[in-house]
Antibody
């Protein structure tokens, strides 16, 4: 059974940083591209970032480019999202998402990030 | 960026009746490889999204056959042949042909009348 378990969310100050983690199990993690998708309170789904299976190719939404960094450790079956210079607009539930040729094959339960002073 | 527009945004449906959600893209979603990467997700209240359909019409494993996807080019439709109470939630379309960015529709909230 595929499992994606996010962690690392919480309260951050404006301008602060957080690092999200996504522990993957139940599939061959190193062979799949992965994404982060977020959902603001009461809002729709927004794609944040994608990372290739080998960790060499990363893409970002314009809203987070230059502030967020996606990475992975295939030996640890873990995906990361380093978030810097956080603003109120970054407040959201962040989902780790598996891509099996189309994004969204599997989703984690999400981790809530709240940016507030 | 490709803009995805769903309609309606709210969809009250009587149990046992069909339902249909439209998704239109601002440009054709046909990839140069000939595939069309249009996906449908369902998000039930308090849950993570779940993929229902990918590449326009391919149902994911375990998805009831009352759900079907169709369309081509810029116009796509998700149909539920006979709505059940468990189908309540928000439905999103998403394109993964022209990225970055991947883009979602605004979501359609299905409720029971």
């Amino acid at each position: 059974e595929v499992q994606l378990v996010e962690s690392g969310g919480g309260l951050a100050q404006p301008g602060g940083s957080l690092r999200l983690s996504c522990a993957a199990s139940g599939f061959s993690f190193s062979t799949y591209n992965m994404h982060w998708v977020r959902q603001g309170p009461g809002k729709g789904l927004v794609w944040v970032s994608r990372l290739s299976s080998d960790g060499k190719s990363a893409t970002y939404a314009d809203a987070v480019k230059g502030r967020f960094a996606i990475s992975r450790d295939n030996a640890k079956n873990t995906l990361y999202l380093q978030m810097n210079n956080l603003g109120a607009d970054d407040t959201a539930v962040y989902y780790c998402v598996r891509d099996d040729g189309s994004p969204g094959a599997d989703w984690g339960q999400g981790t809530l990030v709240t940016v507030s002073s | 960026d490709v803009v995805m527009t769903q309609s309606p945004l709210s969809l009250p449906v009587t149990l046992g009746q069909p339902a249909s959600i439209s998704c239109r893209s601002s440009q054709s979603l046909v990839h140069r490889n000939g595939n069309t990467y249009l996906i449908w997700f369902q998000q039930k209240p308090g849950q993570s999204p779940r993929r229902l359909i990918y590449k326009v019409s391919t149902r994911d494993s375990g998805v009831p056959d009352r759900f079907s996807g169709s369309g081509s080019g810029t116009d796509f439709t998700l149909k539920i042949s006979s709505v059940e109470a468990e189908d309540v939630g928000v439905y999103y379309c998403m394109q993964s042909t022209h990225w970055p960015p991947y883009t979602f529709g605004q979501g359609t909230k299905l409720e029971i009348k």
